[in-house]
């Protein structure tokens, strides 16, 4: 049984992560998304609502988990039994920083690896931050969020 872990902010999860869930489910017998609970980040919303976000627009895949993590990945990708870890792909500047973040874990064991995945077209200039931006200030994210998040996000900004 192949087992996959998806690790990531996902403050909030928008349509590209989506994307890359979707696809990556269909290669692996289990995905599990890791939810990064990192206190020095300042997060719009906590652990817990960024596990139920996800949770909820996933529920139509069955072979996808979602669980919340603090601490290494590595340490994450043993307690699971993981195979491999899921990255997405966006544009040159993620490259150097997954390139440094991949070695660093290989770095500390040995057998970790990382398979990434190329943004869809669509979604290539798509980040929970800049989809942050646009909401604060009442911009349409219909073509950014999953339905479901969209009223979470307008909630945070008092936006109606
Ligand atoms: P992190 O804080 O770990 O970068 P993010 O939630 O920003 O977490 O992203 C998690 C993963 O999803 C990263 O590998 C990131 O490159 C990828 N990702 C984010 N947005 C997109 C997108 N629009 N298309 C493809 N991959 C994406």
Redesign the pocket.
Known sequence: MKIAIY?????PV?L??L??IERAAKMVDKLIIGV?NNNTKNPLFSADDRVNMLKEVTSHLDNVEVEAFSGLLIDFVKRKNADVVI????AIT?FEY?LQMAQTNRTMEPTFDTIFLI?SLQ?AY???STVKEVAKFGGDLNKFLPQQVIPKVKDKYNIK
């Open positions: 690790p990531g902010s996902f403050d928008t590209g992560h994307d890359i990064l990255r997405g792909l966006r993620d997954e943004t979604y798509l980040s929970s």
